[in-house]
């Protein structure tokens, strides 16, 4: 590949990986709005803040790769391929939604880009995502499986039996711990003993420690992983430090008795993973400060459109009800 | 007059109370403490005795399942906290292989005094994996009692009944009822196992209802009321022990029953209790006994579908009009 | 005439023939390659189809359940061997929180074919934490089907079908009918689910009984016969999905049913099966419904208790003398 | 002490060690043989060949330190301080049984000795071992619990969560894994990635390998170990070299497929922990071969007598069928 063309080439990468960092943060602003104003159902989690590791991994990826989710899965929805106008209906509950509604922010999935969910057991999709490498290898695709969770599902006992299967069998499987210092109202340190990449370690699985917030350290690293993966080398385990913006949920509003404003401005202001690329695509003079504008003002107005049209559309129909319990099997 | 209190207050009442009299009991579950889980059921509890006692967990569901069983067979009376009930799939082994059984298989040697408290409750936006009502599980298995309270009143009661027994006790508070207010009684009482509440004389249908059930049994019995149509509501408050007799005295009184439990109707509660009415007052019954649990479908998460896959007071009522009319509800 | 091949050499064809049909198919548990699991009902399958589909994995009941589903999920059609029945509290929730609900939380956009295979059935001296038959809490989960085989011919044609299902099946096999045999079609068959079989005509009482109760249902109706009693035996098969139409027509032609099933009575299957009769044939029944489950006992190790606490042939007999008769069973 | 005190002192615990794993050996012997000639209901896992382990472990603990115990656990019983009468009768279902018959091989226990018992379910007892611990850290009891299991049993997730909070709070509790290098017909290569002590050492917790075949190095670890619990200075994780000499099960006869007579042959000829020790203590000049033939042949009649006390105990009355399912509680 020329110096030229691999410019141009790496030139759209880092848009792309712009522009799904700000599609990730224009979603999640507008979900959590909807739920403010009371529009949105039920309540969910926000991803703000972790931009840099859905993107950094999916962009990695590519669409037949598989990934797992959790119950903080907008970002890893968005980052493998979503749009926007079946991620709202879904959230609001309509027919239009990419689970026809039934899933919810919880649940949400996205088949047709690899992502085979999201999950409101903590830890409840490692077993998931290491059967799909399992089937990877078996039918020899080729195909990665990233199994995103945070660092209090590493608490979850199944981990471990996956990790020790993905080991024995070799399977191309990478565990992307996101890190983001909590789980719910509690510090890490306070629930997890030990390392966490010693853990993976003791298991012979190879374990990476990477600043979550810098997405092209995180996309590096994956993108290498991805690609031993498929020469046979897996699995691996990737911890990301990272932190959420927002509460545990949206309604997870005075938080000062868990965590501190200080470190939450800290966090913001120096280590934002939107900000920080933005200025290095300026500074490398990849983008202008404009051109990024510009994006990011299209997003926002992709964004805005999508919840109008989410919140106009229609719910499914009550004969929906039971359906989809059982799936037709061919006679 | 009595006071009025939340559920989530009445809980967090039992509990304190109970902590005070008997220093064995310790609390543990995730985000317990400083926290007092995300329903605030417990707050106040570790400022009073201390993280020694009420014990933040990882999100290891079995691991403080299993440590609850073995503190338990050891001198302590844990009370565990599963933040939804929906968890429960996971400490199953250690509930029901473990804490069920330990007393049975030593031949009586050792005891398992534990309270498993948790939720249950659809309508929450929550769906299909915090959303279910998995009583009809646990009521399966021999060696575990279950208690279902139907208000702050029940809910204090029997949790303080639950700690005081020594056998692992399952509680399923219904998380959409955490605010809902009940005169409770400043001083002290117990609710015992077993016995069910007679909520209110009727001499047309009996409803034995569970948990928040029994409000919706209590609304469909107001608008039945109107119509001339007297029903008896049953509160069975634990479903293990059952409190056979109650309802069997009520069915042979009205001569009709409709049984409701938001668990889902196919191998439930409801199936459990039809049963013994249709087997034990067979003689008496006017008209097949009803059942009314929730769909059998996993709990959809859109509010257009959510809310009709629960028993609601319009269908109660419905159902109770039509075997009073003596209509036949099945071309049985 | 049919040749006759024991229940586990059908369990064992059934496996082998449809893994021939479909390379999609693997089967994994502990100890069922070269072992071919401590019953042996797997021996020959990892020589023909080697360790790549025949998986032995380490004792990680949830682990290994979960790659299950997400083998499922992605292309393979997974069989789950899980040892024990009693091991099934281990994998309910990758079971009933991810396999159950997958297909309807994703709006019908993912399938999770996978079978699991697992056993029932007390009896054998193996005490409370291998003897159990927990069917119940598998039915109770919408989004499972249940098959419960009870003869070499049912074990074969039911594993057949629920591996080419979409959705996840589970199959309690009864662990004391491993080596008995029953006639088998050389031919290829399956067996539709929700179909129920009648094992026996009869006029004057139906018993309906599964898995290895058919046979405690076969013995008590040749005593009755002698007897001059003449009882019809329903095998539902599965029991979800539940052919209730042929239940009730038995029901409503002999006026008087007997529900036997080797789990915990209370809060069981008999719960069900007998409130469904109850409800649907309440104008034809002469007498209530008996259920026969198992005591609600954890299963006793002595063999001077463990014999007692199941159904058994006299018992069943003794009950349809009664019914039939017209004594009754309570004082109703 | 004095030096003559000392040795005394010694001596006597040398004798106890001896018979309890002689004990242990004549005990399995016996319930085999019920077995072989069809008089023993069920079937059960013998612990001959690991006799050491339960031995040195259970010689440095108090009777009111617990144990918890495994589906191969005589061994574990009789170390902790069992009758072979109770024994027996139990594992023959009699009512004088320890749990009246009703629990068997699987599920003996001798809470007055401090063994909260066998388990069945493999795994099962490690939440109940860390129970435990907590109980006598809040107590404040100074007992310490030894948490039995084997090689397979380091597959299940249970322990990795239990490991994460006993060494959170710092619990008196000993996992001690007895690796006799199978799980059932399966060789623990086949199902354990990395390495066992990796895996505690990860949570932090101190891990030690040491050979299962000689009580004394196993006591002294045990006895160090179980002092520095009482310390506050816990957990630990202990993974003992070990090899069981039956089959799996007393009905695992032909067992070529899985394992080389060989193999068998070596560690019974080479390794076994009671020849090995009673070799030991005539050297020593503790012990006359003539004295420990002595205490053979003792514990061989007790073991008969016991046997044939056993077979003619009575069962319980089928009333107490439905006895035992709840435990009373005082009004
Ligand atoms: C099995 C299970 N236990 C508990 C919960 C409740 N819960 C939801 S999110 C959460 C915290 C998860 O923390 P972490 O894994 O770090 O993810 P984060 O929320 O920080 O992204 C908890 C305890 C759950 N959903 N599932
Ligand atoms: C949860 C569970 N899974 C499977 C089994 C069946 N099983 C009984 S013993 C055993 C092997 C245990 O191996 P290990 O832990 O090494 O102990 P060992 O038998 O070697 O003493 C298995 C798989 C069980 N009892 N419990
Ligand atoms: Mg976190
Ligand atoms: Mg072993």
Redo the contacts between chains.
Sequence with gaps: MSAAKKKKHNTEEYLRMYTQMVRIRAFEDNANQLYLSAKM???THMYSGQEAVAVGICEALTPED?I?STHRGHGHCVAKGAHFKEMFCELL??EE???????????I?D?ANGN??A??????S???????????K??GTGHV?VCFFGD??T???????????A???KLPVIYACENNGY????RTE??????LT??A?????ESFKVDGQDVLAVNKLAGELAARCRKGEGPFFLELDTYRYHGHHVGDINRD??RAKDEETEWKSARDPITNFGKWLIDQKIMTADELVAIDNEIAADAEAAVKYALDAK??D?R???????????A | MTREITLSRAVNEAIAEEMRRDPSIILLGEDVAEAGTPFKVLSGLVEEFGTDRIIDTPISEPGFMGIAVGAAMTGLRPIVDLMFGDFLYLVMDQLCNQAAKTHYMSGGKLNVPLVLRTNMGATRRSAAQHSQSLQALVAHIPGLKVAMPSSAYEAKGLMKTAIRDNNPVVIFEDKLMYNDKAPVPEEEYLIPFGQAHIKREGRDVTLVATSSMVQVAEAAADTLSREGISAEIIDPRTIVPLDEETILRSVRKTSRAIVIDEGHQSYGVTAEIAARISEKAFYHLDAPVIRMGAMDVPVPFSPALEDITVPNAAGVADNARKICRGELIHAA
């Excluded at chain 1, 490692?126 to 990877?136: D, F, V």
Aim: net charge negative.
């Design positions: 159902p039920g309540l598989k797992t509950g309509k939604g990419y689970c026809r509604g039934k899933g919810g922010s919880m649940h999935a088949q085979l969910g999950n409101a057991i903590v830890g409840g490692m077993g998931i995502a290491t059967g799909s490498a399992l089937t990877a078996r039918l499986t209090g599902a608490a979850q006992g199944l981990w471990y039996e996956v990790m020790n299967m080991a024995l069998w789980s719910e109202y509690t306070e629930i997890a003993a030990g390392s010693a853990r370690e003791a298991f012979g699985i008795y868990y719910y499914p009550v929906e009800v039971d359906m989809h319990v059982y799936a037709d099997t061919a």
